[in-house]
T-cell receptor, first 116, second 113 residues
């Protein structure tokens, strides 16, 4: 089974702090994704990566950055945390498959981040 | 832009009753379609997917969904609800050749005894 592991289930940080959320997958997947989940809004894509050292902006990248130095690890960085970044953050990975589109994404259990 | 609409943010059924969760997408070209389930305090788990071929797709836990191109719909059904089905369900699409999932807003399923 694919295993996507997020380093923390719950995290509390203060406004202005630099926050790192870590995600590791064990299936040698090329594609990795970061989402935030908010009630009534579903999941929104923050950043994604199709390869090591490669990153693409998703729909809501403002206030975030990412790092992918190794294939199995994809980090989300909140440069200066703000209260509106309090949310559930979900990491996912997928293999490219025959085409870029048809492979399902496998999700971690999420990190519930509170910014005070 | 592609969008996904799930009709009804909350659906309540009795145990043993039919479950129907609605999903419509906007696309002139049929995308790849997915249903995910999220149990409390967990990540998302894939229920089923449609890419090509048979339009009636069977998934885990007795769920199935039918792709109807003419209606741009991909509704999720289960003949008989079980208490353990209580969760949040997300419909998602991947527009061709993007690899990016677009999610609906989610539907919370409540199952009453």
């Amino acid at each position: 089974d694919v295993k996507v592991t997020q380093s923390s289930r719950y995290l509390v940080k203060r406004t202005g702090e630099k926050v790192f959320l870590e995600c590791v997958q064990d299936m040698d997947h090329e594609n990795m994704f970061w989402y935030r989940q908010d009630p009534g809004l579903g999941l929104r894509l923050i950043y994604f990566s199709y390869d090591v050292k490669m990153k693409e902006k998703g729909d809501i990248p403002e206030g975030y950055s990412v790092s992918r130095e190794k294939k199995e690890r994809f980090s989300l960085i909140l440069e200066s945390a703000s209260t509106n970044q309090t949310s559930m953050y979900l990491c996912a990975s997928s293999s490219p498959g025959d085409s870029l589109s048809n492979q399902p994404q496998h999700f971690g259990d999420g990190t519930r981040l509170s910014i005070l | 832009a592609q969008s996904v609409t799930q009709l009804g943010s909350h659906v309540s059924v009795s145990e043993g009753a039919l479950v129907l969760l609605r999903c419509n997408y906007s696309s002139s070209v049929p995308p790849y379609l997915f249903w995910y389930v999220q149990y409390p305090n967990q990540g998302l788990q894939l229920l089923l997917k449609y890419t090509t071929g048979a339009t009636l797709v069977k998934g885990i836990n007795g769920f199935e969904a039918e792709f109807k191109k003419s209606e741009t719909s991909f509704h999720l059904t289960k003949p008989s609800a079980h208490m353990s089905d209580a969760a949040e369900y997300f419909c998602a699409v991947i527009p061709s050749n993007t690899g990016k999932l677009i999610f609906g807003q989610g539907t919370t399923l409540q199952v009453k005894p």
